[in-house]
Nanobody
Framework: QVQLVDSGGGLVQTGGSLRVSCAAS????????MGWYRQAPGKQRELVAV???????NYADSVKGRFTISRDNAKNTVYLQMNSLKPEDTAVYYC????????????????WGQGTQVTVSS
């Protein structure tokens, strides 16, 4: 099994910064894409940013220029640096990794973290 652990959320004022992290562990065979999603109360979960193993990145339009995703492949860890935060960024942020575990190396699936709350006060 592969486990993801999200951390680093918290409460910040408008215009502030936070960094969230997500580490994958367990019986990892390969981790391919890693990304961050968020879900605000009463809304559907949405993509924030994704980074491939090769470093190709996509951002949601709403966070371009403010958020930066990065990863450390050696540590199977992905980071999201969030700057110029706005109240509309308030949500639970979930890490997702797409990859394979040792028991089924030819079966690619998605793994999710438990989520970390980010609250931006106005």
């Amino acid at each position: 099994q592969v486990q993801l652990v999200d951390s680093g959320g918290g409460l910040v004022q408008t215009g502030g910064s936070l960094r969230v992290s997500c580490a994958a562990s367990g019986s990892i065979y390969r981790i391919n894409d890693m990304g961050w999603y968020r879900q605000a109360p009463g809304k559907q979960r949405e993509l924030v940013a994704v980074i491939t193993a090769g470093g190709h990145i996509n951002y949601a339009d709403s966070v371009k220029g403010r958020f930066t995703i990065s990863r450390d492949n050696a540590k199977n860890t992905v980071y999201l640096q969030m700057n110029s935060l706005k109240p509309e960024d308030t949500a639970v942020y979930y890490c997702k990794a797409r990859g394979q575990d040792v028991a089924r190396p030819f079966y690619e699936r998605d793994y999710w973290g438990q989520g970390t709350q980010v609250t931006v006060s106005s």
